[in-house]
């Protein structure tokens, strides 16, 4: 037999939101499943991801479990995680170099750090990252102000090749 907390409150009958816990993030079930398994994948993929707060806390404890599957090593660890993960790369990342990081830690892999607002909406904003990935995050952003410095010194060389008699723009005729 099952029991209801509830009251009367003049026509109406007020339940209690008992056991009704968990983020609907404001989407349907297939929605915010594809949502949260796209983010997730992405965090494993990327070390980082800028979303709102509520979508970060959200998926949090999914990350944190995808790793301690990835702890485990097992083969049936491997299809639980790619059942989940959108990719088999994302699988391979997880098993050979997101896993291994935290063997010795015993939980809490991810920090949420907020943000701000965005400008759109006012929507409270934050990274959700993993720890210790600080090292290779560095270096991709080396790597990528790196390439932006080599276009630059491209496009500049291209300038000064053009001349200055030259019309910059190829589709204007006079």
């Known amino acids: 037999m099952q029991f209801r907390a509830e009251q009367k409150f003049g026509s109406k009958e007020i339940i209690m939101r008992h056991r009704k816990g968990g983020f609907k993030l404001g989407r349907n079930t297939s929605h915010r499943r594809a949502l949260l398994r796209n983010l997730v994948t992405s965090i494993i993929l990327n070390d980082r991801v800028h979303t709102t707060i509520t979508k970060a806390k959200a998926t949090r404890p999914i990350v944190e479990k995808m790793i301690t599957l990835g702890k485990n090593g097992s083969v049936h660890a491997r299809r639980q995680a790619l059942a989940y ?49 600080e090292q290779d995050l560095s270096e991709k952003a080396a790597k990528r102000e790196e390439n932006r410095a080599k276009r630059r010194e491209e496009l500049q060389k291209q300038l000064e090749e053009r001349g200055p008699g030259e019309n910059s723009d190829p589709s204007a005729t006079s």
């Open 85 to 133: 993960l959108m990719g088999p790369e994302s699988v391979d990342r997880l098993f050979s170099i997101v896993a291994p990081r935290y063997e010795t830690r015993p939980g809490g892999y991810s920090r949420i750090v907020r943000t701000g607002v965005r400008k759109g909406d006012a929507s409270e904003m934050a990274f959700i990252e993993l720890l210790g990935a």
